[in-house]
C-alpha cells in the first residue's frame, strides 16, 4: 500500500523537485498549493519526469476553514512536507503582516490538524537564515541561532519554536526542521526549476538571465568581505540533492527512527563558494558571456557561511552529490528552456 504524503507548496521550486522524488520512492503525493508563487503547468512537467500526475489542491493554507475541509477530504494522509511560504526577503521588510500571517498561520492551521486527524509527521523547510552571520565557521547544529534580520528570517525562526513547543507537548508527534543553506539548479530534464517573478533578488537567477540577455549585467555585491578574493561566500546546494533530504527525513520519520521528536539538520554541501567563483564556473562550464560589475555591498548581508554537514551524513545517511558545475550548468538548460533559447 502506497504512503500518502502532503507536500504544500508542491507547485513551487523546492516542492516540485521533491515531489519528484517522492513519488520515485514510491509515494503518493498530494499537493496543495494557492498558486501565489507558482504555475499549474508544473503539474504537467512533474507528470512528463515521473509518469504520475499528482493529486492538487488550490487554497491558502492560511485560511483554517478550508484547511480544515481538505484534511476531512483526505483522511489518508501520513506525512506532511511543509514547503508553503513566502520567501523574498526585501518584500517581508516591506510588507512584515502578510509574511508573519502567511508563514505562521499556515504552520498552525496544518499543526492542528495533525492533532485532529491523527498525523504523526512533518518535515519544515527552514533555512540557513536563523543563524545570521555565525561567530565559527562551519556552522553546525549546536551553533546559537541569532535574532533575525528580516521578518522573513523571523518567520522561520518562530516556526521552529513553534514546533518544538509543539512536540513538546504532543508526545505522539515527530518533526523534522531542514535548514537549507542556497538552493540553486534545476531538475535534470529541464522541465521544472525555480521561476522567479519579476527581477530576480537571487544570485543564480540573476546569473541566467543576465547569461540569457534579459538583463544587461550582474552586480556583485561587495568585494571588500573578509574572504580570499573579496566576495561574500555561501553554501550553494543542489535542488535535487536538497528534495532527496527531504525524502530521506520522511523516512526517518514513518521508520521511527528519530533520537528524539523534534530534530533538525542543516542540508548544504559542506563548501563554501564566493560570488566571483560562482561566476567563473558558470562562464566556464556554459561558455557563455556573462557581463558583471562590482557594486556596494548589499544591505543586510552575511559575509560567510557554510555548513558542517556531518549530523546530516551521519543520522540521516545523506549527502549532497551534484558538483557545482553540473548544478550552475542545470540551472542554464532550464534558462534556455523558457526562455526558447537554442
Ligand atoms: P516557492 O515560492 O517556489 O514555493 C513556495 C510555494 O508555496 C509556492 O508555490 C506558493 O504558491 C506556495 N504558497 C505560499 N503560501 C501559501 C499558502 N498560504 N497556501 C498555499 N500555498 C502557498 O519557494 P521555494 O524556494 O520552493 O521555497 C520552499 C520553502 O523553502 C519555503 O518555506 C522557503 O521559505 C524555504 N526556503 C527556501 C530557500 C530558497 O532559497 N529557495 C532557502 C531556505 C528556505
Ligand atoms: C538570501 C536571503 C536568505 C534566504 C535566501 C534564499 C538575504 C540577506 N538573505 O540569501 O534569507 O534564505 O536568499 O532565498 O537576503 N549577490 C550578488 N548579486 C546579485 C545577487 C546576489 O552579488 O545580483 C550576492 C549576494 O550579495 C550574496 C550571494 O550573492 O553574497 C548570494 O545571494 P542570494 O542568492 O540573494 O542569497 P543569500 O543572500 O545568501
Known sequence: MQKQILV????????????????????????????????????????????????????????????DAFFDKYPKIEAIIHFAAFKAVGESVEKP???????????????DNMKRCGIAHMVFSSSCTVYGQPDILPVTESTPRKPAESPYGNTKAICEDILRDFCKVNSQTNCIALRYFNPIGAHPSALIGELPLGVPANLVPFITQTAAGLRKELSIFGDDYNTPDGTAIRDYINVVDLAMAHVVAINRLLNNNQKNNFEFFNIGTGQGNSVLQLVKTFIQVTGVNLPYKIVGRRAGDIEKTWADTTLANSELGWKAEKTLEETLLSAWMWEKKIRDIK
Not at 520512492?25 to 498530494?30: A, E, H, M, Q, R
Not at 502567511?102 to 499543526?111: A, Q
Request: hydrophobic share 35%; aromatic share 8%.
Open 8 to 67: 504544500t507548496g508542491g507547485t513551487g521550486y523546492i516542492g516540485s523537485h521533491t515531489v519528484v522524488e517522492l513519488q520515485n520512492s514510491g509515494f503518493k503525493v498530494v499537493i496543495v498549493d494557492n498558486l501565489s508563487n507558482s504555475e499549474i503547468s508544473v503539474l504537467s512537467a512533474i507528470e512528463k519526469i515521473s509518469g504520475i500526475r499528482p493529486d492538487f489542491e488550490q487554497f491558502d493554507l492560511s485560511d483554517k476553514t478550508l484547511t
Open 97 to 111: 503582516l502578510e509574511y508573519y500571517r502567511n508563514n505562521l498561520n499556515s504552520l498552525m492551521n496544518l499543526l
